[in-house]
């Protein structure tokens, strides 16, 4: 029996539009978090009726609710979309106030190395923590609620995957510093609009179809 190994666990989201119902081609963000404990919570109901054969008189099922955690290594542009869902508020220009608008997702864990996958429908993030130490990393906890969770061996058909964005940067940077910018680039299967900021491709229009910096210049990157 294969047992599921937790760095082969996949967490993505997508907003749902109508609370507790998966879009039909959802176009998930994958995130990386530190940790995550989003499962399935069922309550149960035990009779305390005495019986002389000492057997439970009945013994129900109650209600249904996805729950948990979602650790973070606190960076920026990952967490947008749950912060301003925790908030309750809108992003505008980089400020982020609370607010009273309610979002719901669907939350997907996806275990590659046994091919299941939960998904739990209806989510909220209801709580946020933040952790600023004197030295190390800023980390945080989003906390979950949601209607059901549910397992599946396949895939929803037609959904697709986006990257952290953070990681995706950070990526392209590890890969430019290993190539010289003397000529030019051939990037396959990466979207960029330029290596240069957009200010100075503004002011310098020339720039951003040069062949490279000349011996010795160094290009910002982001």
């Not at 909220?124 to 945080?140: D, I, K, Q, R």
């Not at 397992?151 to 890969?175: L, M, N, V």
């Not at 000529?183 to 100075?200: C, K």
């Amino acid at each position: 029996m294969t047992i599921a190994g937790g760095s082969l666990a996949r967490l993505a989201y997508i907003a749902e539009v109508t609370y507790g119902t998966t879009p039909a081609t959802p176009a998930f963000q994958v995130i990386n978090p530190t940790s995550h404990s989003i499962g399935l919570e069922k309550e149960t109901f035990q009779s305390e009726t005495i019986r002389s054969d000492r057997q439970l008189n009945d013994f129900r099922h109650g209600v249904r609710q996805a729950s948990g955690d979602i650790g973070i290594e606190f960076r920026d542009a990952s967490w947008d979309d749950l912060l301003q869902a925790v908030m309750m508020g809108t992003w505008s220009t980089d400020v982020l106030k609370a607010g009273t608008t309610r979002r719901s997702f669907t939350i997907e864990r996806f275990f590659s190395d046994i091919t299941r996958y939960r998904r739990a429908v209806g989510c909220e993030f209801n709580s946020f923590s933040l952790e600023c130490p004197a030295t190390g990393p800023v980390t945080g906890s989003f906390g979950v609620i949601g209607m059901d969770d549910t397992g599946s061996g396949t895939a929803i058909a037609s959904s697709s995957y986006t990257a952290d964005p953070k990681r995706i940067r950070h990526t392209a940077g590890q890969c430019l510093k290993r190539v010289p910018l003397q000529q030019r680039l051939r990037l396959l299967g990466v979207r960029v609009a330029s290596l240069v900021p957009v200010a100075e491709a503004a002011l310098h229009p020339a720039a951003a179809h040069s062949p490279g910096p000349a011996q010795g210049d160094t290009l910002g990157l982001f």
